[in-house]
């Protein structure tokens, strides 16, 4: 099917340092979103990104989608114990397709 | 503020038994939408209504599978003849269906199959 991919799977960040996760689709997207579950928890929309090269930030958190739209980008500045969890990057609108996720951990 | 709603949270049933869950979305909002999760993965669609009607529905929904949204309201989502593969938790998300992109996630129904 068409699936968005998602690296790295897993990251293991000490507080304070940066993350970054990555997707890419083979087809060009015309939205991007992405959600954030947290463990024992649901998925909860963080953002939808739609137009080539756009940029996003929420605090310590940005989103970029890329020139082609087939890529986006989700970058934590400096994480707090408060970040961890699984980010996924999703297309769609109704029926909305989910990347593998990047879960996030954080040694205080 | 009510959020979407699922019951019950927590399901084990015995393989070939029948299950029945329920989802209450947000009141005011239109579409009501169904997800599978398993382990280390991301939810899968299942299927979508706007309002009463059943707009769309996966191929990973078998004839096994079967959703209803009666008044517009609330959903149920019933599987017959489960199956250990059947195992996952089952999520529900309710949206505004003009001008909407955000899906509002419930707490899910973790199903064990034995």
């Known amino acids: 099917g068409q699936q968005v991919m998602q690296i790295p799977q897993y990251q293991h960040v000490q507080e304070g340092e940066d993350f970054t996760t990555y997707c890419n689709s083979s087809t060009t997207l015309s939205n991007i979103q992405w959600y954030k579950q947290r463990p024992g928890g649901h998925p909860v929309f963080l953002i939808q990104l739609v137009k080539s090269g756009e940029v996003k930030k929420q605090k310590r958190l940005t989103f970029q989608f890329g020139e082609a739209k087939k890529n986006s980008s989700l970058h934590i500045t400096a994480t707090q114990t408060t970040d961890v969890g699984t980010y996924f990057c999703v297309k769609g609108a109704q029926k909305l397709v989910f990347g593998q996720g990047t879960r996030l951990t954080i040694n205080p | 503020d009510t959020g979407v709603s699922q019951d019950p949270r927590h399901k084990i049933t015995k393989r070939g038994q029948n299950v029945t869950f329920r989802c209450d979305p947000i009141s005011e909002h239109n579409r009501l939408y169904w997800y599978r999760q398993t382990l280390g993965q991301g939810p899968e669609f299942l299927t979508y209504f706007q309002n009463e009607a059943q707009l769309e529905k996966s191929r990973l929904l078998s004839d096994r599978f079967s959703a209803e949204r009666p008044k517009g309201s609330f959903s149920t989502l019933e599987i017959q003849r489960t199956e250990q593969g059947d195992s996952a938790m089952y999520l529900c998300?309710?949206?505004?269906?003009?001008?909407?992109?955000?899906?509002?996630f419930g707490p899910g129904t973790r199903l064990t199959v034995t």
């Open positions: 998300a309710s949206s505004r269906s003009v001008g909407a992109i955000e899906q509002y």
